[in-house]
Structures are given as C-alpha cells and as structure tokens.
C-alpha cells in the first residue's frame, strides 16, 4: 500500500497487477554503461554455477566501481555495453549466461521502485522492453499484485 499525507492508504497505479513476461530479447543486459550489483553469496552462487573458484569469478567477471563489485561489461560499440554474461543464441534471442544463478538486481527486472514509481516510468522502461508491452498479444503472463510487491521488496535499493 502507499500511505497519503493523510494517512489514507491506496492502491499503488498497479493495484490490479502487471503483465510482464521476459522474451529473452536481452534488451535489459545492453545499453549504456551501468552497474549490476551483487553480493557474496550471489557471487559464490555464479562461481559455482561456473565452476570456477570465487578469485576466478571476481577477477574475469567483475569490477569495482563506487566501492562495491558489479557485474563487468563488454563494449559493443561507442554507447552500449553488454553485460559480461549476455549470450546471443543464434536464433534471434540474447539470454544470461548464468540464468538460474543471476543476482537478485537481474531476477527482479522490471519490478524495481524505479520502474514502479509511476505508469509514466513503467512506460518508459516498456520502450525497450518488449516484454512489459502489449503482452495480451503475446499471451504472455499476469503478474498479480502479490508477486510485484514479492520482487520489489527483494530487491527495494536498486535505482
């Protein structure tokens, strides 16, 4: 719920719930340079998942930037970067390398509070995200109120 000056408390604009369902367009793992912040256990999670020791992952895989290890980024031209573990698949899709053990940032895309703020920045976002769009047409799914509140509040720090 979000609490009013007064007190009173209403539904958030996406009271009944959104319809998101990912297309694996890998619009979300590209773009401008950006940070994909984990911690320890996510980043022995990824190791693992690898195969590789935890020193492997931070040194191949990782950065630091603002006193913290994100996620490292591969140029791919002079404005957009990939994220590390951004894959093409050859069939028109781009999907993460370390899927079932990807960070809590990457799971919760797009139900983050930036996203969430108001119907005018999920709109934004839905620019590039085919999955945030029109999912009806797609016959994509129906993410209920529960679920959104479920991811937000795993993940309530990012932008």
Not at 30 to 43: I, K, L, Q
Not at 70 to 98: I, N, P, S
């Amino acid at each position: 719920m979000i609490t009013t000056k007064d007190n009173d408390t209403k539904e958030p604009w996406y009271g009944d719930g959104l319809s998101f369902s990912c297309t694996q367009c890998g619009n979300c793992c590209t773009g401008p340079s950006g940070y994909v912040w984990f911690d320890e256990d996510e980043a022995r999670a990824m190791a693992d998942y690898l195969k590789i020791d935890i020193a492997e992952f931070y040194s191949r895989y990782t950065a630091k930037a603002l006193g913290r290890r994100t996620l490292g980024e591969v140029r791919r031209d002079k404005k957009h970067y990939d994220c590390v573990f951004l894959v093409e698949t050859g069939a028109g899709k781009r999907v993460c390398g370390v899927y079932p053990v990807r960070p809590t940032q990457c799971r919760t895309w797009p139900f983050w509070p930036s996203n969430l703020k108001s119907r005018r920045a999920w709109e934004a976002a839905a620019v590039s995200c085919p999955g945030m769009r029109d999912p009806e047409a797609r016959g994509s799914g129906f993410v209920p109120i529960e679920e959104v509140r479920v991811r937000l509040e795993e993940n309530p720090d990012h932008l």
